[in-house]
């Protein structure tokens, strides 16, 4: 759009409380799998609007909102464990398997799971 | 390449728990990667404020639509193509002189993503989730939006279930003006409240 604009930004919050709805690729990946896990029909919109409000209200959310995603991967995590579909310890397995592919690959390959050392046949 | 480092990679611990859940979930069959990849795109660049904005735009135009739009938003809005996914129900709420409507969601953060996209960080960030509420009007000011002292301001808080669509007051200056040009005057933020419409220029 080269146009001016007639819409103004909220100019007098301080700077960087407009950014992009995405800061980085994983929360973008966090949000759909919310959406396609609900389209699935796994839960609700309203069991998830309740997971994530528990998180939000926890003490320590910041200010300026930049955890938000980090609350929303939290609420995520609890109610795929609470309806048995990602046990935490599975999650953090597997976690720690894609951080040590992620060490053993080349700089600018990219990170593949079997790249880790520890890598055993798909359970 | 502009990594801080270069002998591996790194991954951080948010990044490798998302990637952790995509696997599993994948492995069970209950994602597809690809139909991730979609739903970011749309939201990305697909779905946003212009969408709502046609909305507005179309209620200031026709006398028809903007009653129906007060009757029955979700059908309204629908019939344009714009569908939530959450099985949500629509409000539009209607500035009048009198009266200047504001949305909130203090559970969390819900937003009528079929209309308005994704909600900005400061939608989402604990300020205005708590103060929208309590000094609706110290907020508007400090998104440069005075109202008269006159002007009653009222709050709308969202939940998952029903969701607020701001129809700000139709500019002055602007009769027998086009959808199309109505639209462009129509801000995200005038659609949740934090605004008023622009001003033909």
Known sequence: MSRPEPKRAAADLPAGLDAPVFAEPWQAEA????????????????????????????????ADGHDY??????????????????ARQDVDAMAHAWERAAHATPHGKPILLENDPEFGPAR | MSHDH???NELDPFAARVRALETILTRKGLIDPAAIDVIVDTYETKIGPRNGARVVAKAWHDPDFAD???RDA?????SLSYT??????????FNTEDTHNLVV??????????????????????????????????????????LPAETKIRVWDSTAELRYLVVPLRPE??????????AELVSRDAMIGTARAGQPA
Do not use: N
């Open chain 2, 74 to 78: 979700t059908a309204a809005i629908e």
């Open chain 1, 69 to 86: 995603y980090e609350h929303w991967l939290a609420a995520l995590e609890g109610l795929l464990a609470s309806k048995g579909l990602a």
């Open chain 2, 105 to 146: 969601c203090t559970l969390c953060s819900c937003y009528p993503w079929s209309v308005l996209g994704l909600p900005p960080v400061w939608y989402k960030a604990p300020p205005y989730r708590s103060r929208a509420v309590i000094d609706p009007r110290g907020v508007l000011e400090e998104f440069g939006l005075t």
């Open chain 2, 84 to 93: 939530g996914r959450q099985g949500e129900h629509m409000q539009a709420v």
């Open chain 2, 6 to 8: 270069d002998h591996d």
């Open chain 1, 31 to 62: 949000f759909a799998m919310v959406v396609a896990l609900h389209d699935r029909g796994l839960f609700s919109w309203g069991e998830w609007a309740q997971a994530l409000s528990a998180e939000v209200k926890k003490p320590g959310a910041a």
């Open chain 2, 173 to 182: 200056g602007t009769d027998g003006w086009s959808e199309e040009q109505l």
């Open chain 2, 68 to 70: 129906w739009l007060r």
